[in-house]
């Protein structure tokens, strides 16, 4: 007889998006996603961080300051790191972000062929326009767009086992 408790595909994938997150070194927002291909398999992780070879100790972690002291000016988003570290094709998949996508990703996402969105929260980091335009954009590329909603109010990883 089967397990009587388990987490469902969306709940495995947005929790693989939630672990990529804790990856980031931002102390104000971490953010993850985890593209999943056609056949349910994870293709492509991301998280929020500096490009590589852009130490975490020499660029700035703060969001307000001038352009060249803004940490926004540097980050790369954990949407565009995930379709950058992605495997293989990414036409008809799916991206299980931690946020909506701001208006550039929501451009990458588009490109790149990724036909759903599935995103946990839409607080509106960036403001209502950008909300407004990354939906808009969505909408008239027919990508799906989906908010997570999950059974289980939190999942436990023990390493203690």
């Known amino acids: 007889m089967k397990r009587e408790w388990y987490i469902s595909r969306d ?9 990529s997150a804790h990856r980031s070194k931002d102390p ?12 349910k398999r994870i293709v492509g992780i991301g998280y929020n961080g500096f490009p590589a070879g852009c130490s975490d100790e020499e660029f700035p972690w703060e969001s307000d ?9 540097y980050v790369v988003h954990a949407e565009a790191n995930a379709i950058l570290n992605a495997h ?10 931690v946020f909506f996508p ?3 990703c929501t451009k990458l996402i588009i490109q790149s062929g990724i036909k759903k969105v599935v995103y946990l929260s839409n607080t509106f980091k960036w403001g209502p326009d950008v909300y407004n335009a990354s939906r808009k ?9 989906e908010q997570f909603v999950s059974k289980q109010p939190e999942i436990t990883i ?4």
């Open 88 to 97: 293989g094709n990414l036409d008809g998949c799916a991206i299980y972000i």
């Open 102 to 104: 701001c208006h550039e």
């Open 65 to 73: 300051g001038n352009f060249l002291e803004k940490k926004n000016t």
């Open 28 to 39: 104000s927002t971490q953010v993850g996603a985890c593209i999943v291909n056609p056949k």
């Open 137 to 145: 954009m969505l909408e008239h590329a027919g990508v799906e767009i």
């Open 11 to 19: 709940e495995y994938f947005m929790g693989i998006a939630l672990l």
């Open 158 to 161: 023990n390493f203690q086992k």
